[in-house]
């Protein structure tokens, strides 16, 4: 079945370091992946999508590329800042089956100044 | 924009109690999930909706259930609370329109149950 793997957690990083959260799924289809950022207190926000293979979805200054050959999705941001603390969920959708969401167990991530 | 509304955003219950988390949504979106979030752990999905009317189990529905009367609401009922209830519990609400599986969720902020 389908099914997403996220790196474990928690990350802590100083401000302006780079980030990379992995990322890589399984699916019996096409899947259309996704980035939701939890911040403490609060429900899950879209920070990015990617629909199709080698599609970058980017946003506040993250970016994710839909790599198919390696069926990963991996999260990255060049400089880091106290205000991106929060947890990282990486997610599938799959339209093979019916369009239901495939979260990973999410990422912490802290950023110290 | 409202987007999803649960409420209430947090609630103590007793084992035995009964109770409804409510959701509703001002997007007219076709699909509705309500989720749980155990501490430290990601989402599992207990029941959807892909629809007035049509709702459907997903991985953890055991001591829950759901209607969906409406496209805007999708409550979500515990019968008998039982202390491995205590969670957060997210609804959310996506498109889901001809059958595109790009159409994000968009989420509550959630109703923080403890069961005692």
Redesign the interface.
Known sequence: GDSVTQMEGPVTLSEEAFLTINCTYTATGYPSLFWYVQYPGEGLQLLLKATKADDKGSNKGFEATYRKETTSFHLEKGSVQVSDSAVYFCALSDRNTGNQFYFGTGTSLTVIP | NAG?TQTPKFRILKIGQSMTLQCTQDMNHN?M?WYRQDPG???K?IY?S?GAGITDK?EVPNGYNVSRSTTEDFPLRLELAAPSQTSVY?C?S?P?TG????????????TRLSIL
């Open positions: 999803v699909y999930y752990m990601g989402l999905l959807y892909v997903g997210f959310a996506s889901g059958g595109d599986s790009n159409q994000p969720q968009h989420f509550g902020d959630g």
